[in-house]
């Protein structure tokens, strides 16, 4: 077997070795061997290389020189003991006669490589024998379909969306197999290797390559309904792409990650909401439901508070609640329904339908379907003041920027990544570290002398600046001031992205805080429209869909 890292490995030629090719899925845990061995520095896709083929016992790998960062994988690798072999192909950046010429040659010298290496002669009647294979076999779609761009995915990933979507999936990334278009017999390796040098060059080109042009043709199909686009972190290669096709009318999903499966939850929540987004979700009513007597439970367990809204026909709220989210979010959800149905004067047995939402949602026993916040948030936010366009949520372990239309449907939206830095989370360890309850916080931060910049946005490394201003005896309300100023500039980038539409509305808990908000507006040069219970919304969202759902 010979590891191999993308489309671009002549999977047929290994045939004429009698060997097998495979695409190594580097999605892992966590990077254990990469850490010893690569410069922190290092870009995680090659890191992922690194542990997949050290952990999977791996001893011939075929790389191909998309970058630097896969050249020092190379030089890392050939320190490897258990590594017999290993090989670097040139691929030529253009395709044009001399970059085909080229490439047959990278193909020869490799043959000549592995005859030396292993004492085998390439085997040409071999390779004709197997060739047929590797013919793409592909049916074309021809009904709309989500297409996942960018660079590489883990195979987690893929059937992660393909078990969400209510679309086909199509993977059009790095991870994509090698294929061709056709499969016909040699009688040297001279022919065969020019014949499969013009084969590769003629794919949809990778983003590192010159002429890009016929990358256009992966977003013209009119059944694409739409995007995933997946970036790794620290590679810039791919965000070029990504900011052309925002331009295009097409729907479109980001998501940058690292290949580890540690944010397993945030990437489900923005496929979910996507999908949510694209199709209008499926809730489903059971039957029986007596339509003059409805009453709807929105719950959001979120990772600080669980929030219950009931609703009843005509759209009534009959009760809200907030509870603090402990240490099991069950515990918690369970004590907000019970207060819920309390205040309302309702039975469990009244109640026609539930609606869950937030991180927690599908951890709730007694909810009947489930929503992303996002959507909910749409909804909630639409329903309170049905001017407003942006929607800026910052609840205890994210951050979000949504933008929906006059009707509250999501547009677009984006999360802040895996980091607690401008989030509820961040404003409770920095008033730890202040010594000071939140409400005051909020408050402090209004009233400020120097204005002071905290520089970091990761939160750990804020905190630290914190610590240093106070040795430096700097005034607590100015310190608060330059937190505030810290989560606003993270904000509005968020903002930015899904692109500035008056009017704004913000939620979660964050909304409280005065002083936060103030920045916001500052940056964004107008108001913020604040509910008079901002962190409701998304339970309140949710209780409304359910309605919807039962009464049209």
């Not at 009843?312 to 099991?328: E, F, M, P, Q, Y």
């Not at 329903?383 to 205890?396: A, H, K, L, M, V």
Request: proline letters at 2%; hydrophobic letters at 35%; aromatic letters at 8%.
């Amino acid at each position: 077997m010979i590891a191999c890292m993308c489309k671009y490995s002549p999977f047929a030629i290994f045939e004429g070795f009698n060997e097998n090719g495979i695409i190594i899925d580097d999605s892992i845990e966590q990077f254990t061997e990469s850490e010893k061995l690569m410069h922190p520095s290092m870009c995680s896709y090659s890191k992922g290389l690194l542990d997949k083929i050290i952990e999977r016992k791996i001893d011939k790998v075929f790389l191909v020189n998309c970058c630097d960062a896969i050249r020092r994988l190379k030089d890392t690798l050939e320190k490897v003991d258990t590594i017999k072999f290993i090989y670097i192909m040139d691929l030529p950046k253009k395709n044009n006669c001399c970059s085909k010429d080229i490439l047959k040659k990278e193909i020869l010298k490799f043959i000549k490589a592995y005859e030396d290496f292993s004492g085998k002669k390439f085997d040409l009647d071999r390779f004709n024998k197997s060739i047929y294979k590797y013919v793409s076999s592909e049916p074309k779609i021809e009904k709309e379909y989500i297409k996942v761009l960018g660079a590489k995915v883990s195979e987690d990933f893929l059937n992660k969306a393909k078990d969400i979507l209510d679309y086909p999936l199509v993977n059009d990334t790095c991870f994509k197999r090698h294929y061709l278009s056709y499969a016909k017999k040699f009688d040297n390796i001279d022919d065969l290797a020019l014949w499969y040098s013009e084969e590769m060059l003629s794919y949809t080109p990778c983003m590192r390559m010159d002429d890009i042009k016929k990358r256009r043709a992966l977003v013209e199909d009119p059944n694409l309904k739409g995007i995933i686009y997946h970036t790794v972190k620290f590679c810039d290669h791919y965000s070029f792409e990504y900011m052309n096709l925002q331009k295009s009318n097409i729907p479109m999903l980001k998501v940058e990650t690292d290949l580890t499966n540690q944010s397993n939850g945030q990437i489900k929540t923005r496929i979910e909401a996507f999908n949510e987004q694209l199709s209008g979700g499926k809730v489903k009513v059971r039957e029986g439901i007596d339509k003059d007597r409805v009453y709807v439970m929105g719950v959001d367990s979120g990772s600080t508070s669980t929030n219950i809204v009931i609703l009843d026909k005509d759209k009534n709220v009959l009760s809200k609640v907030i509870v603090k989210t402990g240490a099991r979010s069950m515990d918690s959800a369970n004590k907000a329904y019970e207060m819920a149905l309390d205040e309302a004067k309702l039975k469990k047995e009244d109640i026609s339908l539930i609606i869950g939402t937030g991180y927690g949602r599908y951890n709730i026993p007694f909810v009947d379907e489930n929503v992303t916040e996002i959507t909910c948030h749409g909804k909630g936010a639409h329903f309170i003041n049905n001017e407003i366009r942006t929607i800026i949520d910052i609840g205890g372990q994210d951050s979000k920027a949504i933008s929906i239309d006059e009707k509250g449907n999501v547009k677009s939206f984006v999360m802040n990544d895996k980091c607690a830095a401008g989030t509820g989370r961040f404003l409770e360890m920095i008033a730890r570290t202040l010594e000071i309850d939140l409400k005051t916080m909020s408050e402090e931060g209004l009233s400020y002398k120097e204005d002071l910049t905290i520089t970091s946005v990761c939160s750990v490394f804020a905190e630290s600046e914190v610590v240093s201003l106070i040795a430096d005896n700097k005034d607590r309300k100015d310190i608060i001031h330059g937190v505030n100023k810290s989560i606003a500039t993270k904000t509005v980038g968020l903002v930015d992205r899904v692109g500035r539409v008056e009017k704004y509305m913000m939620t979660g808990g964050v909304a409280k805080n005065k002083g936060v908000v103030k920045c916001i507006e500052e940056k964004l040069g107008t108001s913020i429209f604040i509910a008079q219970e901002p962190q409701i919304c998304g339970a309140l969202g949710a209780a409304l869909i359910g309605l919807e759902k039962i009464l049209n």
